[in-house]
């Protein structure tokens, strides 16, 4: 394991590559190994112990079998059942988890009313009761199900009429209610244009995959591993669909 190691990038699917092209704006010189496990999406719909050994096999699979120097758990799912377990698994690896947004959006917003979006699992996952225990003084924050979404992104609907439909649903109840609303699953940024459809402008949508990113970068820093090389990325999916890949690459050039 050295500077020239790759990087794992894991996500329960094709959400992960919202994290990832922040990783690659900062860190263009590192080596990047993305690995979706589409065979098993939605995590969300999962229990927290199936969710939690989905997340350990692949932990298992990326930093052993593929020796990565760090991992990423660009899943907000993942994190919220296993990080936990991850770190002490692998104590003298880097591992970074995602947090959604909440105290960011609380920071630009305060006093003000807060949706955070997420699957059933991070939605009562004690990691992010904590998080909202924090911030309650601060801002109003409603919990925002969101069930269908995941698919969406993973069947490459992002930009569909369906998209927009599901979004009228999740989000109608709260047109003109939320000042922000954090995004808390990382597949949830491909769907901000039906987002903004709905609740327009005057909501702000926020996401954890910058702040993520930032954390990697520091905690490589710190190790001495950040990489100045040439960027590579090679990507693979547990569906063995051809065309989870093409959708990886898509959504990674997507705006």
Known sequence: MNRESYIAVFDSGVGGVSVLRELRALCPGERFYYFGDSANAPYGRKTTDQVRALTLEAGRKLLIDRDC??????CNTA???????????????IIVGIEPALKLACDRHPGGTIGIMATDVTLREQKLAALMERVKRDCTVLRVHAPGVVELVEAGKCDSDEAVALMERLLGPHIGQLDALVLGCTHYPFMKKAMRTVLGEGTELLDGGEGTARE??????????LNEGVGELIVENSSGDPEKIALTHRLLASE
């Open 79 to 93: 994190t919220a059942a296993a990080i936990t377990d991850l770190r002490a698994a692998y104590p003298d690896r």
């Open 69 to 74: 120097k760090a991992l990423v758990v660009a």
């Open 216 to 225: 990697t970068r520091r905690r490589l820093l710190e190790a001495g591993l």
